[in-house]
């Protein structure tokens, strides 16, 4: 498992807080792409076995969480929004190189590192939320320690799946400059009640 190479501050979850509902909207159009990801890359890489069968699942579980972030918006009178172009993602997905073998690494590395970027940012909400008496209280917090354990799952996935088809010292290497760039990316982006 590979460590981030920027910590997001804790301020970050303060404005999340601010404007939960906008984060919630956010959160639910993250969810529902993550499982369009997914599923764009088991019929991409059809000819692979282990690709198809854990994309298929894991296109499941994020539109399983899709489904629970909209039962929390619903609840709070919040209705789907049109989806706004992600800056964080986009940035990232322009790191793909051309080539089959190139592009198929980079596509499992960038998975790894946004859901690892996920599961930290995830976590921050998870500790912010309060701890609250109320029912409706914990069982946000503990959605969102939930989700945590998932994101953090899904960023060893997508490195387990790249070392079937890459050796290690071509994987960490690629990793190392990805990691690289992302902490520069989002080390530069503005804090907003978003997921990225």
Request: charged content about 25%.
């Amino acid at each position: 498992m590979f460590k981030l190479r920027y910590q997001t501050p804790p301020a970050w979850a303060d404005t999340v807080l601010d404007d939960f509902d906008a984060f919630l909207i956010d959160h639910a159009g993250a969810e529902k792409k993550a499982s369009g990801m997914a599923m764009s890359m088991a019929l991409h890489y059809a000819d692979k076995p282990d690709i198809v069968g854990a994309m298929i699942d894991l296109s499941i579980e994020e539109l399983e969480h899709f489904r629970e972030v909209v039962k929390l918006m619903t609840a709070r009178q919040l209705q789907l929004q049109k989806d706004e172009k992600d800056p964080y993602v986009n940035q990232l997905r322009k790191q793909a190189r051309n080539g089959r073998d190139d592009y198929f690494l980079d596509r499992l590395l960038l998975g790894g590192v946004i859901e690892a970027r996920g599961a930290e940012r995830f976590g921050l909400v998870a500790t912010a939320l309060p701890e609250g008496g109320s029912s409706d209280d914990h069982a946000l917090k503990s959605f969102y320690q939930a989700i945590t354990r998932s994101e953090d799952r899904h960023q060893g996935l997508f490195i387990d799946l790249a070392a079937n088809h890459f050796p290690a010292p071509i994987i960490d290497a690629r990793l190392d400059q990805l990691l690289d760039f992302e902490a520069q990316l989002v080390s530069g982006l503005p804090f907003r009640p978003a997921l990225h």
